[in-house]
């Protein structure tokens, strides 16, 4: 009978070469062929071609029927049996594989003509009767008209696999002996970084079993300080660098911190990827502690335990190249200690050592991790501050706070053997960017800026450039003058009106003003971000929740104004405040207002920094007394709607930002539609910021955006013309046109 045009097995006649030529047939495609139809099968196992096919490979490949007689065998059959291929057909399975055999295989046989798909080992004699074949079989029964017909077998000599594997159990055994003599700790890991092996050196060191190793990963025994650098260090094996050294600390089974030098080898497969890493590890903790001694010795100052001259320079030249290639700002702190001679004098050598001392160990706690604190001689310290940002006027602020927090830590006074010590300090300042100036002359800048503090009266700090200084001074008027303008009563709220559609008003935004008494109106862009940094800000922004919580009971007791809804903006810091909640319903009580008619509103930042935070602070809110939250600035954060979602928020307010350019950017104009359809979705209000045209208005209220603020309707107003405005209104004015 003529086989089909394109049987089954061999429709992908490319893949069937592939497998010729790795001498490998897979289970699953004698199962597809057992699978296919009667007329198909039979076509296959009298096709001429499948015979070639199956006779070359190495494999032993038949088939017998469920009465146990053979229908089919490739010539690998004759090879391990030494009887013709034509002998073998026809003949039952006992009478090819012996009784003893057969009899082993039984139980395989049952199961394949169950239809259960059988695998199993054995050792198979030669036809010689003097070698045997260690094999690998497989019955796979042949499925047709629901019942199983016979079954496939297909038995593979595995004989070189084993003998591999008895000698690399062998070569383990051995390898073992070798590295369990060893002093060193020694590991194999795979790619991963989990345990292979380990040896008894190992175990016994980090004080586990080796059960408890194999298959853990190598990371919780290094200190965490050099844990990234390990991992750094690691990824660099590779087929051109195949070892690499490590040094790093861990942790042993007593607890203790060792040093240990690792030489790391990779192993790697054919395509040049890490399969394998092989550790021998030493404790070098000893050479370490020496190594330490010397560098003390060489770059620390015996007295303060300080970085010495020396070590001050080395780190100068690295800061500045560092800061040459980031164009970071750095700064350079020189110190002396006032009247240090006088102190030296009269209180006695020991002492003014002590005093030293003590002013190492306050400068130290002043300073962040990565800045260098050096003692130049005497009573003279450096402090090397680096990454102050790429501004200028960012860079001299942090110095100088910096600087201040130094010298007001060392005017406190000092107890030494049982006496009071009095002392202060005289700090120069020199900024550096870059390498436009040499090491000596940034040391002598700020040595000459320091000597200018001396000069300008003691105990005080200057800048080495004189726009510098200037612009210090002015900041820290302007803190000082804060100050005064809350014990003064100099800050006063202006409202800004809020309008619905109709144009009518529902509320207004409270905004701070300081009127200066010699500067006159001062912007809030001037003084929020000093009032943020100096703490001040908590009492400015408890000072305008009480101001408006006032207003807000003023407008109660008139009947055209105590519907409006008065919004007052929170800050990070303000918010933040444990007893947040507390205040904000004290507020509200001392004034006997209804807590509905006040709005807070919070920033993005603010609102999305610690969201559990807030929701908890709002359901207090919400649950006391009834405030309302708004989110300010929407669209200018991170928002995602997850946030969204969960913020207890009652109202949006759309940013000036994206309503400034709605009628002319397509860009703007999708983002105010898309926040106005997100807010309607969440059933948020909506209220738009910064409306200055009848065209934005217009764009607005075509798309369901209800409520307003901006110019067009009015600019901030002290209460006094706003109260006029409102009056105006009521009187029937059209409001667009009082403004």
Request: charged share 25%; aromatic share 8%; net charge negative.
């Amino acid at each position: 009978m003529k086989p089909p045009s394109t049987p089954p097995v061999l429709a992908n006649s490319e893949a069937v070469k592939a497998k010729i030529a790795d001498n490998v047939i897979l289970p699953e495609e004698l199962l597809k062929l057992s699978i296919a139809s009667d007329q198909i099968a039979g076509s296959m196992l009298s096709s001429s071609l499948i015979q070639k096919v199956l006779d070359y490979l190495p494999s032993m490949v038949g088939y017998w029927d469920r009465d146990l007689k053979n229908r089919f065998v490739n010539k690998a059959y004759e090879l391990w049996f030494g009887v013709d291929a034509k002998q073998i057909v026809g003949k039952y399975i006992w009478d090819l594989l012996g009784e003893e055999l057969y009899h082993l295989n039984l139980p395989y046989i049952h199961g394949a003509l169950n239809g259960e798909f059988q695998e199993f080992e054995r050792i198979i004699p030669n036809a010689d009767g003097i070698r045997s074949r260690h094999s690998l079989a497989h019955y796979i029964p042949d499925f047709r008209d629901g019942e199983v017909q016979g079954f496939f077998v297909l038995v593979t000599d595995i004989s070189a696999i084993k003998e591999a594997e008895a000698v690399l159990r062998q070569s383990e055994k051995r390898f073992r002996s070798v590295v369990q003599d060893q002093t060193e700790v020694i590991s194999r890991l795979r790619a991963d970084g989990t345990y292979i092996f380990v040896n008894d050196v190992y175990c016994r060191f980090f004080g586990k079993t080796e059960d408890e190793m194999i298959g853990s990963t190598w990371k919780p025994v290094v200190c965490p300080e050099d844990l990234q650098r390990v991992v750094d260090e690691l990824a660099m094996l590779s087929l051109a660098n195949p070892v690499v050294m490590i040094e790093n600390r861990v942790l042993s089974a007593s607890g203790q911190v060792h040093w240990m030098q690792f030489s790391n080898r990779g192993i790697f497969d054919e395509h040049g990827q890490l399969t394998e890493i092989q550790s021998v590890g030493r404790d070098i903790s000893d050479r370490k502690r020496a190594e330490e001694e010397i560098q003390n010795l060489a770059y620390k100052d015996s007295l303060t335990g300080l970085s010495n001259r020396r070590h001050l320079l080395d780190r100068l030249h690295i800061a500045l190249a560092t800061s040459a290639r980031t164009m970071q700002y750095g700064a350079l702190l020189f110190l002396d200690l006032d009247k240090f001679k006088v102190i030296n004098d009269t209180q006695g050598h020991s002492d003014g050592d002590l005093l030293l001392i003590e002013v190492a160990r306050r400068i130290v706690t002043c300073v962040r991790e990565v800045d260098t604190v050096a003692r130049q001689g005497g009573d003279e310290f450096v402090v090397l501050v680096e990454r102050l940002g790429t501004s200028l006027e960012e860079a001299s602020r942090m110095a100088a706070k910096i600087a201040e927090t130094i010298r007001m830590a060392l005017a406190e006074p000092y107890q030494i053997n049982h006496m009071n010590i009095h002392s202060s300090s005289s700090i120069g300042v020199s900024l550096f960017c870059g390498q436009d100036k040499n090491v000596e002359e940034l040391i002598k800048r700020a040595d000459m800026a320091m000597y200018q503090a001396k000069d300008g009266g003691r105990n005080r700090i200057r800048f080495f450039d004189p726009q510098m200084q200037q612009l210090v001074e002015v900041r820290a008027l302007l803190e000082s003058d804060l100050h005064h303008a809350l014990k003064t009563e100099q800050f006063e709220l202006h409202y800004q009106l809020q309008v619905d559609h109709e144009n009518q008003p529902i509320g207004a935004e409270a905004l701070i003003r300081w009127v200066h008494p010699q500067r006159g109106m001062v912007s809030p862009a001037h003084f929020i971000p000093v009032a943020e940094e100096s703490a001040l800000i908590l009492n400015i922004g408890e000072w305008v929740l009480d101001e408006a919580c006032r207003q807000i009971a003023v407008w109660s007791t008139h009947e055209k104004m105590r519907h409006l809804v008065l919004a007052v903006n929170i800050s990070a810091q303000q918010f933040k405040q444990s007893h947040f909640v507390e205040q904000v319903i004290s507020v509200i009580r001392k004034h006997g207002i209804d807590a509905s008619r006040l709005k807070l509103e919070l920033t993005e930042s603010v609102a999305l920094d610690d969201i559990t935070d807030v929701i908890a602070k709002k359901n207090l809110l919400r649950q006391e007394v009834g405030v309302t939250l708004s989110l300010d600035d929407f669209g200018t954060g991170f928002s995602s709607l997850s946030y969204l979602k969960r913020l207890p928020l009652d109202q949006i307010k759309i940013d000036q930002s994206f309503v400034r350019d709605i009628t002319t950017d397509k860009s703007d104009a999708v983002m105010v539609k898309t926040i106005i359809d997100m807010a309607q979705n969440f059933s948020l209000n909506v209220i738009a910021e910064g409306v200055e045209t009848e065209a934005q208005l217009s764009f607005l209220k075509q798309h369901q955006c209800m409520a307003y603020q901006g110019y067009l309707f009015s600019k901030p107003l002290p209460i006094e013309q706003f109260d006029a405005l409102m009056h105006s209104y009521h009187l029937g004015a059209d409001i667009s046109k009082l403004v």
